[in-house]
């Protein structure tokens, strides 16, 4: 597996937006260190700490949920402009969330970690355990159970429903008392899509239009879309 992500970090693209550091870690107890995989190849060990001091998204969020609406709206542009980077390379994500969303510079600069890691692990764990990230794939793509083969559409579609977290500030149906846990949350997705997502109140109108069209029909042309309404 390890291999395999070095061989990916070779083809990434060089985008101020796209980091080549992935969240892969080797936990040594006997001195509480890890070991960290970054794009220079080498592997150093380094006591535990976060790659951004200003945390992802989704923590970030959690912390200020004030956030203003043109700091959300930078995020989408700086983080759509990476995954076009990636696409005009040849190279799929294949785990857009944020959680994968790392905010440097007091929240102002979003960066996108993690590039084709999830699908490198599948290949090693095909039945992965269910994690936040299946909140944010289609339903056609938490029904397999099998090596997805990642597409642009699929990225897409996992950028649009992060969008919508952005400014929601929480994950897809969460809260919900009739949903208390992750499987039960999962299963509603894999039987509704996200279509009955609700425009967050802090959205602007012409976004979420964007946002919506993206998850009916994703596609690299609504896509665009997204990223235009935030511009």
């Known amino acids: ?3 395999s992500i070095f ?8 985008h101020p937006s796209l980091k080549h550091v992935f969240g892969v870690e080797v936990i040594d107890v006997t001195n509480n260190t890890r070991l960290d995989i970054t794009a220079t190849t080498q592997v150093t060990r380094s006591p535990p700490s976060e790659w951004s001091m200003t ?10 949920p004030d956030t203003s609406i043109e700091t959300r709206l930078l995020w989408v542009r700086q983080v759509g402009a990476a995954i076009i980077s990636l696409h005009d390379s040849g190279v799929i994500h ?3 969330h944020p959680g994968n969303i790392l905010l440097e510079d007091a929240g102002q600069w979003a960066t996108l970690i993690n590039t084709g890691i999830y699908t490198a692990a599948q290949a090693f764990l095909p039945r992965m355990t269910l994690t936040e990230r299946n909140l944010y794939k289609s339903s056609n793509e938490n029904e397999l159970d099998h090596v997805t083969n ?3 559409e699929m990225d897409c579609y996992s950028f649009s429903v992060s969008v919508y977290s952005m400014f929601k500030g929480s994950a897809p ?18 039987s509704n899509g996200h279509s009955k997502l609700q425009q967050p109140a802090n959205m602007p109108a012409n976004l979420w239009v964007a946002v919506h069209a993206c998850l009916q029909v994703s596609s690299p042309a609504n896509f ?8």
């Open 173 to 190: 149906y969460q809260r919900n008392p009739s949903r208390p846990n992750l499987i039960q949350e999962v299963a509603y997705i894999c």
């Open 94 to 96: 294949g785990d857009v």
């Open 150 to 152: 990642p597409t642009k």
């Open 1 to 3: 597996m390890v291999e």
């Open 55 to 64: 945390g992802n998204v989704s923590t970030y969020l959690s912390k200020y």
């Open 224 to 231: 665009d879309n997204i990223i235009r309404a935030c511009k």
């Open 7 to 14: 061989q990916l970090i070779s083809r990434l693209p060089q």
